[in-house]
């Protein structure tokens, strides 16, 4: 499990020396590679990896688990128990734009992350410059064709090639430690403190180049559920963090040997034979980070489809034994379109830092505030404790952030933007769902008016099982009665059925259906999944014959009421909300192709709102 978080969790931040020393230096700060300079980056890229990933997020943020699982919507589910409703709007605010920063993200990642690796044929070769962005296209083309074929082939290679990666990082760094160990000396924090002091504005904007040294902190968190905090833990305490710090320490000591190799730290450290497989291995390791962050993005799309936060989408299972293998298509080709406009527009990986470090920081700040909550909340921690820990990881975000924020217009509002949009899609998609439903409930018959109805219309009783989809639990779903109404039949077995995502991953498989008796000859099926799990209707046939009730896909006919909705006179603002929301429905997948019932079985009713 060690080896394979290694391969999997460590894809991003383990490429971050491919840059971050590079972009520490460039025009814009005006610094000179002097002793002094060198130290200050190299203590400072310590101390922040120490400070955020070591004790913020290993130690503390991991705490913060549902049923072992993390990520940032998690953090917010969380977040939001036990907190006046207020207050767990709040958050529910935040964890949503925590969210659409990750998106942003999962733009600019595999964008920087393979033209860096790229440009490393420039050291080499000069004249191959032009080839770099045509080439990373090329390799981002054949990484989200594959994605369709699932990662677990592909996947029992990441850690073994991640762990070479990490060893000749380690390697190459140790070279030039070697060669002037008073690098070392960089590790007290005294010279971050001297560079901060010595050059104060240009120090403070110098943290947006340096928190790309912690870039996928939060995939950490995010992937706690598919190997466990333990073998995070030892993968980074034992293996990788030593690796960077000893690959950043020999860059620092090259620059202060040979200022030449400001151009590209990196691939200097390597020797001239030894340039061009580096590259191969830098352009493999950077597949794999982007990997990571794809299969984030396909997790995070699933979690906010069951959560309500968007409309049904196609997933597809990629694995018959593991749960987490799935792709979305809809998402990876969106995610391709966008890193393909990034690549064209910026052209260049030293371009993309300022996006790159916005998008990070905005989520590193938002998992603090949230964090926090869980810890004086679930766990029950003191309050003036909970807020001193609060104070001093914030004390170190907001400064993060901050330096970022001011290069908005250099590539800043890529992320910005992204996140925006992705927050007002779930945020209108969760509200104007949610009165959809408010409104359905309302106009929806009691049990007891569609007995007098049924008593009315005394209609002819057809052998076989009518399963309804209810929307909610109360009352009886519009289907039925236009199905009463129009037809003037009833089956003789009826079931309303109900899905319930819980606030929970998992559900265990004995809990997934309950079946409550409405009458002689109907009953209300109940099915409950967690966030992380996808229903399929033979399951749920299986389930029910566990518990007695036939169900049978060969003789079953399914009722579903489809809503036509048309806006009503409202306000201009209101008026946009809902033509998205109609946008959106119109172009969700319908609920019975997401548990996968069968097109012959499936008989849709119409029903006409206002919204």
């Given at each position: 499990m060690t080896i394979a978080a290694i391969g999997v969790v460590y894809g991003d931040i383990g490429t971050s020396p491919l840059y971050t020393l590079h972009e520490c230096f460039s025009p814009h700060l005006g610094v000179k590679p002097d002793t002094s300079v060198v130290m200050g980056?190299?203590?400072?890229?310590?101390?922040?990896?120490?400070?955020?990933?070591?004790?913020?997020?290993l130690a503390f943020v991991m705490?913060?688990?549902?049923?072992?699982?993390?990520?940032?919507?998690?953090?917010?589910?969380?977040?939001?128990?036990?907190t006046p409703y207020r207050t767990t709007t709040v958050l529910l605010i935040l964890g949503l734009i925590g969210g659409g920063l990750f998106y942003g993200d999962s733009i600019i990642t595999p964008a920087m992350s393979v033209l860096s690796a790229l440009e490393g044929v420039e050291v080499m070769a000069p004249g191959m410059a032009r080839l770099v962005v045509p080439a990373s296209i090329l390799v981002l083309l054949g990484l989200f064709l594959i994605q369709r074929h699932g990662t677990a082939t592909v996947g029992k290679l990441f850690g073994p090639i991640m762990i070479l990666w990490f060893v000749v990082l380690a390697v190459l760094g140790l070279r030039q430690i070697i060669a002037n160990p008073q690098v070392l000396a960089a590790l007290h924090p005294g010279w971050a403190w001297h560079f901060a002091i010595t050059y104060q504005f240009t120090a403070f904007l110098a943290l947006g180049a340096v928190v790309l040294s912690?870039?996928?902190?939060e995939a950490l968190y995010a992937d706690m559920g598919h190997f466990g905090t333990r073998p995070i833990r030892l993968a980074w305490f034992w293996f990788?963090?030593?690796?960077?710090?000893?690959?950043?320490?020999?860059?620092?000591?090259?620059?202060l040997n040979d200022p030449r190799a400001l151009d590209n730290p990196f691939f200097r450290l390597a020797p001239d034979w030894a340039v061009m497989p580096l590259v191969l291995l830098a352009t493999v390791a950077t597949i794999i980070a982007s990997q990571a962050v794809i299969s984030g993005a396909f997790s995070m799309t699933r979690q906010a489809v069951r959560m309500g936060y968007l409309p049904n989408m196609k997933i597809l299972h990629t694995s018959e034994n593991e749960e987490g293998q799935i792709y979305i298509p809809f998402v990876n080709w969106l995610l391709f379109?966008?890193?393909l406009v990034v690549i064209l527009l910026f052209r260049e990986s030293g371009k993309l830092a300022a996006a790159y470090g916005i998008a990070v920081t905005g989520t590193m700040a938002i998992t603090t505030l949230l964090a926090c909550y869980v810890a004086h909340y679930n766990w029950h921690w003191p309050l003036p404790v909970v807020k001193v820990i609060g104070l001093l990881l914030l004390a170190i975000d907001l400064p993060f952030f901050a330096s970022n924020l001011i290069k908005v217009l250099d590539g800043g509002w890529l992320p910005l933007g992204v996140g925006a949009l992705t927050f007002v899609v779930m945020a209108i998609w969760k509200w104007e769902h949610f009165q959809l439903l408010r409104q359905i409930s309302r106009l929806s018959l009691s049990l007891e008016q569609f007995n007098k109805l049924v008593a009315q219309e005394k209609p002819l009783r057809i052998?076989?099982?009518?399963?309804?989809?209810?929307?909610?639990e109360q009352g009886v779903p519009h289907a039925l009665i236009h199905n009463l109404r129009h037809n003037h039949?009833?089956?003789?077995?009826?079931?309303?059925?109900?899905?319930?995502?819980?606030?929970t991953p998992y559900v265990d498989r004995d809990k997934h259906i309950e079946f409550k008796p409405l009458g002689a000859d109907m009953q209300r099926m109940i099915v409950t999944y967690g966030f992380n799990e996808t229903p399929e209707i033979e399951t749920l046939c299986q389930l029910a014959r566990e518990q007695g009730v036939m169900l049978d896909l060969n003789s079953t006919t399914f009722f579903f009421s489809r809503e036509t909705l048309a806006s009503t006179r409202r306000g201009l603002f209101a008026r946009l909300r809902a033509?998205?929301?109609?946008?959106l429905r119109k172009n969700a997948l319908s609920p019975h192709d997401v548990i996968h019932i069968p097109p012959g079985r499936v008989i849709e009713m119409g029903l006409q709102l206002k919204i």
């Open positions: 980056f190299l203590s400072l890229i310590f101390w922040a990896q120490l400070l955020v990933v070591s004790i913020k997020y705490r913060a688990d549902n049923q072992g699982e993390g990520g940032i919507l998690t953090l917010m589910s969380l977040a939001g128990r036990n912690i870039t996928g902190g990788v963090s030593p690796a960077l710090i000893l690959n950043y320490f020999g860059q620092g000591a090259l620059i379109a966008a890193i052998s076989g099982t009518a399963v309804y989809m209810a929307r909610t039949v009833l089956h003789e077995r009826n079931l309303l059925m109900t899905f319930r995502t819980q606030d033509h998205l929301f109609v946008f």
